[in-house]
């Protein structure tokens, strides 16, 4: 399995950007998806996560309204749109994934995904 996380970059303060999360060996439509992001200095965290059977989203506070998560089943591939960006959205944004099988997950855990991408940068100017 492999995940391939691109679209980072240099944006300014309130402004949008869109990352992907290519899979491969991985049918995302049969999994859970999660988006985390580790600042300098910072520990890693949970931004988001779908489950890719029902759909369900979820998003941490510090993002919820502003980040949007989903999937494109025919390209499998994962995405996170993030508008209305801040210096604090700065950060090295990795996806990660793993197969679904019903049981249930606590999206937030690092431990819960089994498969995790390169990580892609997204700075963000005042």
């Known amino acids: 399995v492999q995940l391939q996380a691109s679209g980072g970059g240099l944006a300014q303060a309130g402004g949008s950007l869109r990352l992907s999360c290519a899979a491969s060996?991985?049918?995302?439509?049969?999994?859970?998806i999660g988006w985390f992001r580790q600042a300098p200095g910072k520990e890693r965290e949970a931004v988001s996560n779908?489950?890719?059977?029902?759909?369900?989203?979820y998003y941490s506070d510090s993002v919820k309204g502003r980040f949007t998560i989903s999937s494109d089943t025919a390209k499998n591939t994962a995405y996170l749109q993030m508008h209305s960006l801040s210096p604090e959205d700065t950060a090295v944004y990795y996806c990660?994934?793993?197969?679904?099988?019903?049981?249930?997950?606590?999206?937030?855990?690092?431990?819960?995904?089994?498969?995790w991408g390169q990580g892609t940068q997204v700075t963000v100017s005042s």
């Open positions: 060996g991985l049918r995302l439509d049969n999994a859970i």
């Open positions: 990660a994934a793993r197969s679904f099988s019903g049981e249930p997950y606590y999206w937030g855990m690092e431990q819960e995904y089994e498969h």
């Open positions: 779908m489950n890719g059977i029902n759909g369900r989203t």
